[in-house]
């Protein structure tokens, strides 16, 4: 499906999104190290898993009220949010106040508005493109993201350390912007029956609470669906890692390290320039692959593409692990991209695919599950490598994309004996 015959939501979401992502992608990478070099790797690793622990809550939150209140509401709310967060953000590292605690108050505000944004964003695609190009959409959507992560951290990079201020001012400004576009150009996509039904009930918090407990109660007995989620949540574990164990990790292994030498000419990188080029090299390869590699996955049972995807993630858990070589952690990572770029769009469409349209908020919300949770709990990798050592931290993450593989396998095998069952009713 060409974007020239995209909904013009679509569109619009598209630009207004790539611009407010390659602002966030400016600063976000350093925060693990920023947290961890102000409070400590242990202190760091519990007060990230505290802060994804309200995006966890917020996220099912937000895919009731993506149903319940509709798509555009929802989002154009969270990115305002965002932009206000990140200004306090911004004014707590100033050069007139500098305040740690404010600033990891701010991260948490605006991860729980990000978890209100995504299952709305999600759903809208939903609504308004066909299931058979649904993964494409996804696709497209994922490489604007991973755009951004090729440019903001190269920009990072370059001005995070002497203009931290100025990022988050930019990335404020970006929010609110954002913010303002959703607000003015693009219209309602949830199914009106679905908002009308609901909203004509004048509900207590009490009520609101009970219903979105009940309506979610519905999904959790959802075998298939569960099991999904709890595969993505190993899964997650090990791919959030990206912007937490690897920048601390790269940091302590790469110190002046010649990456290029030619005669008395050669280049050398410490260790945050290291990880900026990884997250790089991540970013540019889903960009340049991810539309490509989600064709070709398409040809393949998605059984195979998803318990292979995870199977790869934990080899380059093992790579990344056993070297502290410049170009063995950039091969690490060519294959923990492919890895990621293996599942991209197919697994958005296999959640689209098994939701009923009128709790398609939900659903999404409580498939990104899968990240919250996993980002919840991925942060007790930083002090682990205190406890068990480097090593046996990317064993343990290495250990969790396996069984994230075989429950994989489960699942698919419960979904396809449930649909041969449907199919002879």
Same mark, same amino acid.
């Given at each position: 499906?060409?974007?020239?015959?995209?909904?013009?939501?679509?569109?619009?979401?598209?630009?207004?999104?790539?611009?407010?992502?390659?602002?966030?992608?400016?600063?976000?990478?350093?925060?693990?190290?920023?947290?961890?070099?102000?409070?400590?790797?242990?202190?760091?690793?519990?007060?990230?898993?505290?802060?994804?622990?309200?995006?966890?809550?917020?996220?099912?939150?937000?895919?009731?009220?993506?149903?319940?209140?509709?798509?555009?509401?929802?989002?154009?709310?969270?990115?305002?949010?965002?932009?206000?967060?990140?200004?306090?953000?911004?004014?707590?590292?100033?050069?007139?106040?500098?305040?740690?605690?404010?600033?990891?108050?701010?991260?948490?505000?605006?991860?729980?508005?990000?978890?209100?944004?995504?299952?709305?964003?999600?759903?809208?695609?939903?609504?308004?493109?066909?299931?058979?190009?649904?993964?494409?959409?996804?696709?497209?959507?994922?490489?604007?993201?991973?755009?951004?992560?090729?440019?903001?951290? #190269? +920009? &990072? %990079? $370059?001005?995070?350390?002497?203009?931290?201020?100025?990022?988050?001012?930019? !990335?404020?400004?970006?929010? *609110?912007?954002?913010?303002?576009?959703?607000?003015?150009?693009?219209?309602?996509?949830?199914?009106?029956?679905?908002?009308?039904?609901?909203?004509?009930?004048?509900?207590?918090?009490?009520?609101?609470?009970?219903?979105?407990?009940?309506?979610?109660?519905?999904?959790?007995?959802?075998?298939?669906?569960?099991?999904?989620?709890?595969?993505? #949540? +190993? &899964? %997650? $574990?090990?791919?959030?890692?990206?912007?937490?164990?690897?920048?601390?990790? !790269?940091?302590?292994?790469? *110190?002046?390290?010649?990456?290029?030498?030619?005669?008395?000419?050669?280049?050398?990188?410490?260790?945050?320039?290291?990880?900026?080029?990884?997250?790089?090299?991540?970013?540019?390869?889903?960009?340049?692959?991810?539309?490509?590699?989600?064709?070709?996955?398409?040809?393949?049972?998605?059984?195979?593409?998803?318990?292979?995807?995870?199977? #790869?993630? &934990?080899?380059?858990?093992?790579?990344?692990?056993?070297?502290?070589?410049?170009?063995?952690?950039?091969?690490?990572?060519?294959?923990?991209?492919?890895?990621?770029?293996?599942?991209?769009?197919?697994?958005?469409?296999?959640?689209?695919?098994?939701?009923?349209?009128?709790?398609?908020?939900?659903?999404?919300?409580?498939?990104?599950?899968?990240?919250?949770?996993?980002?919840?709990?991925?942060?007790?990798?930083?002090?682990?490598?205190?406890?068990?050592?480097?090593?046996?931290?990317?064993?343990?993450?290495?250990?969790?994309?396996?069984?994230?593989?075989?429950?994989?396998?489960?699942?698919?095998?419960?979904?396809?004996?449930?649909?041969?069952?449907?199919?002879?009713?």
């Amino acid at each position: 499906m060409r974007i020239r015959d995209w909904d013009r939501n679509l569109k619009i979401r598209l630009g207004g999104e790539a611009l407010a992502n390659i602002s966030f992608w400016m600063f976000f990478p350093f925060l693990a190290i920023f947290f961890s070099d102000e409070f400590g790797k242990t202190t760091a690793g519990l007060l990230l898993i505290c802060s994804q622990f309200f995006s966890v809550i917020a996220n099912l939150f937000g895919g009731y009220c993506a149903d319940l209140f509709g798509r555009k509401r929802m989002m154009v709310l969270s990115a305002f949010g965002q932009g206000i967060a990140f200004l306090i953000f911004a004014i707590s590292t100033s050069p007139w106040f500098f305040s740690p605690v404010l600033g990891f108050i701010c991260f948490t505000v605006v991860s729980i508005f990000g978890s209100l944004y995504w299952p709305a964003s999600q759903a809208m695609i939903a609504d308004v493109v066909d299931e058979k190009n649904r993964s494409s959409v996804f696709a497209v959507f994922y490489t604007s993201i991973n755009i951004a992560v090729v440019v903001g951290p #190269i +920009l &990072g %990079g $370059i001005f995070y350390a002497e203009h931290r201020f100025e990022l988050l001012l930019i !990335t404020s400004f970006a929010m *609110v912007l954002l913010g303002f576009i959703l607000f003015k150009w693009i219209k309602e996509t949830a199914p009106m029956q679905n908002r009308s039904s609901r909203s004509s009930k004048s509900l207590s918090s009490l009520q609101f609470l009970r219903n979105q407990f009940k309506e979610y109660s519905v999904i959790a007995q959802d075998k298939v669906f569960m099991l999904f989620i709890l595969a993505g #949540i +190993l &899964g %997650g $574990i090990t791919f959030m890692q990206l912007d937490l164990l690897f920048p601390v990790y !790269t940091k302590e292994v790469i *110190v002046n390290q010649t990456i290029i030498s030619l005669g008395n000419w050669h280049v050398q990188l410490n260790g945050e320039q290291a990880f900026g080029l990884l997250i790089s090299e991540n970013g540019l390869l889903v960009s340049l692959l991810t539309i490509a590699v989600t064709g070709w996955m398409s040809r393949f049972n998605d059984k195979i593409v998803f318990v292979l995807s995870s199977f #790869i993630y &934990g080899v380059s858990m093992i790579l990344f692990g056993v070297t502290e070589w410049i170009w063995g952690l950039i091969f690490a990572m060519g294959l923990f991209t492919f890895a990621e770029l293996m599942v991209v769009g197919i697994q958005q469409n296999f959640i689209s695919k098994i939701a009923p349209e009128h709790m398609r908020g939900q659903y999404f919300a409580a498939a990104s599950l899968r990240f919250t949770i996993g980002r919840m709990i991925a942060p007790i990798s930083i002090p682990l490598t205190e406890w068990i050592g480097n090593s046996a931290t990317f064993v343990a993450l290495c250990l969790f994309a396996w069984i994230s593989a075989v429950l994989y396998y489960v699942m698919f095998t419960l979904f396809e004996r449930k649909s041969t069952k449907s199919a002879t009713i």
